[in-house]
């Protein structure tokens, strides 16, 4: 009756999560959409008066300005530092909760090019903890872990969450508490049409192209080598630029930053619509074709957002980096599939962009392929391993050659 009890409450503690998860992302979706319309969220709205998004971004910037100004203790935890307060919690830094979520949620209203899983991640262990007051640790994991599926791949929480299993009593753990809380966050999550709102950037309606003679085969492999190579060199130049941002202390030497992130945001709305917000919205239309934008200008877009990205995480427009990494991949990849249209497919140069990108950035190569998998529909798989294994084979290569770890 024990373990039968844990598992109940798991399950519902999990449902809870994941619903209280998917309602608030619902009022922030609902919310832009009116402040911005369709046509802007997608990236295909060109005319939009240049002092409406300086005045909304700008505007947000300054309210961020004066959220955060207290120091960082008001600021959004990352993915990574909210599995890291789940698994020591005794070690924990005190944080101003309502400061952070408040201010991520405005960062995703305010067109800031960030992901959305930081901030769901976090109210799903915060609704956890709640619940069960701190005394299941391992709950509040899975929990997280539910709420991720919101990519469309239920295994995904649990390749970034990583192991569970306790030396002693693992597989208990994982029958009583782990299975459930997951399944139960995805369950409650996908009650409220989370799955649907957030993973409206994949694949799943681009036609299959399968290479059908040996010449396609070769075109797609040299594509996906050349999307690797690039692919890895964005991903170490981005968190090479993160980490220059981060030693800098922007915020502390100059509290007004996310109000001048904010005006840059809104600047680059009106002559680059591709560069701010999360970019789920935009992967469609642009995958689809609804976007005519030159080659220059997608390869031009990417590269900006790529800097803006970093700027926002470093000076308060906080959230996560999955779907502005997915968006910059794919729009290099239909960049140079515009320039190179013989070589390879979309799906070639779009995969081994998104697996080099990754994986320079996340730290688990599992999760790179569930995340990729997902993201892509299946296409262009080939390309993602092979961008996948040229970013591992460098990153290796990098730390043994001595060279200091990069911190995503």
Same mark, same amino acid.
């Given at each position: 009756?024990?373990?039968?009890?844990?598992?109940?409450?798991?399950?519902?503690?999990?449902?809870?999560?994941?619903?209280?998860?998917?309602?608030?992302?619902?009022?922030?979706?609902?919310?832009?959409?009116?402040?911005?319309?369709?046509?802007?969220?997608?990236?295909?709205?060109?005319?939009?008066?240049?002092?409406?998004?300086?005045?909304?971004?700008?505007?947000?910037?300054?309210?961020?300005?004066?959220?955060?100004?207290?120091?960082?203790?008001?600021?959004? +935890?990352?993915?990574?530092?909210?599995?890291?307060?789940?698994?020591?919690?005794?070690?924990?830094?005190?944080?101003?909760?309502?400061?952070?979520?408040?201010?991520?949620?405005?960062?995703?209203?305010?067109?800031?090019?960030?992901?959305?899983?930081?901030?769901?991640?976090?109210?799903?262990?915060?609704?956890?903890?709640?619940?069960?007051?701190?005394?299941?640790?391992?709950?509040?994991?899975?929990?997280?872990?539910?709420?991720?599926?919101?990519?469309?791949?239920?295994?995904?929480?649990?390749?970034?969450?990583?192991?569970?299993?306790? +030396?002693?009593?693992?597989?208990?753990?994982?029958?009583?508490?782990?299975?459930?809380?997951?399944?139960?966050?995805?369950?409650?999550?996908?009650?409220?049409?989370?799955?649907?709102?957030?993973?409206?950037?994949?694949?799943?309606?681009?036609?299959?192209?399968?290479?059908?003679?040996?010449?396609?085969?070769?075109?797609?492999?040299?594509?996906?080598?050349?999307?690797?190579?690039?692919?890895?060199?964005?991903?170490?130049?981005?968190?090479?630029?993160?980490?220059?941002?981060?030693?800098?202390?922007?915020?502390?030497?100059?509290?007004?930053?996310?109000?001048?992130?904010?005006?840059?945001?809104?600047?680059?709305?009106?002559?680059?619509?591709?560069?701010?917000?999360?970019?789920?919205?935009?992967?469609?239309?642009?995958?689809?074709?609804?976007?005519?934008?030159?080659?220059?200008?997608?390869?031009?877009?990417?590269?900006?957002?790529?800097?803006?990205?970093?700027?926002?995480?470093?000076?308060?427009?906080?959230?996560?980096?999955?779907?502005?990494?997915?968006?910059?991949?794919?729009?290099?990849?239909?960049?140079?599939?515009?320039?190179? +249209?013989?070589?390879?497919?979309?799906?070639?140069?779009?995969?081994?962009?998104?697996?080099?990108?990754?994986?320079?950035?996340?730290?688990?190569?599992?999760?790179?392929?569930?995340?990729?998998?997902?993201?892509?529909?299946?296409?262009?798989?080939?390309?993602?391993?092979?961008?996948?294994?040229?970013?591992?084979?460098?990153?290796?290569?990098?730390?043994?050659?001595?060279?200091?770890?990069?911190?995503?």
């Amino acid at each position: 009756m024990t373990r039968l009890r844990l598992s109940l409450m798991a399950l519902l503690t999990g449902a809870l999560s994941g619903a209280g998860v998917a309602v608030v992302m619902g009022w922030i979706g609902g919310l832009s959409q009116r402040l911005w319309g369709d046509p802007v969220l997608e990236g295909l709205d060109r005319s939009l008066p240049l002092g409406w998004s300086l005045l909304i971004c700008g505007g947000s910037g300054l309210i961020l300005s004066l959220l955060h100004r207290p120091g960082p203790t008001t600021l959004l +935890p990352e993915l990574r530092d909210t599995l890291s307060d789940l698994r020591d919690p005794d070690q924990a830094p005190k944080r101003d909760e309502a400061r952070g979520l408040l201010g991520a949620a405005l960062a995703q209203v305010g067109g800031g090019c960030i992901g959305p899983e930081a901030l769901m991640s976090r109210m799903a262990a915060l609704i956890s903890q709640r619940i069960w007051r701190g005394r299941d640790q391992k709950l509040q994991e899975a929990t997280v872990a539910g709420s991720l599926a919101f990519f469309g791949a239920p295994l995904l929480g649990g390749a970034l969450v990583g192991d569970v299993a306790h +030396p002693k009593n693992g597989k208990q753990t994982f029958l009583d508490r782990w299975l459930p809380g997951s399944l139960g966050g995805v369950a409650g999550f996908a009650a409220f049409n989370g799955m649907g709102t957030a993973s409206g950037g994949s694949l799943q309606r681009l036609p299959y192209i399968w290479p059908s003679n040996l010449g396609e085969d070769l075109g797609s492999l040299s594509a996906g080598l050349m999307g690797g190579l690039i692919g890895c060199g964005l991903g170490l130049l981005f968190l090479r630029w993160r980490g220059w941002l981060e030693q800098r202390q922007l915020l502390a030497q100059w509290p007004w930053w996310p109000l001048l992130t904010g005006l840059l945001l809104g600047a680059c709305m009106h002559w680059l619509p591709l560069v701010p917000f999360a970019g789920e919205e935009q992967l469609r239309p642009l995958l689809e074709g609804q976007n005519s934008s030159e080659a220059w200008v997608l390869l031009l877009s990417a590269i900006v957002k790529l800097v803006m990205l970093g700027l926002c995480l470093e000076t308060g427009w906080r959230g996560g980096v999955f779907f502005p990494l997915f968006l910059v991949a794919c729009t290099l990849g239909i960049g140079l599939h515009l320039l190179l +249209p013989d070589l390879g497919s979309l799906g070639s140069w779009c995969g081994a962009l998104t697996g080099a990108l990754y994986r320079c950035v996340l730290p688990a190569p599992l999760s790179v392929l569930v995340l990729g998998v997902a993201l892509l529909q299946g296409h262009g798989t080939a390309g993602l391993l092979v961008g996948l294994g040229m970013a591992q084979l460098i990153r290796g290569r990098a730390e043994r050659d001595g060279d200091p770890p990069l911190r995503p």
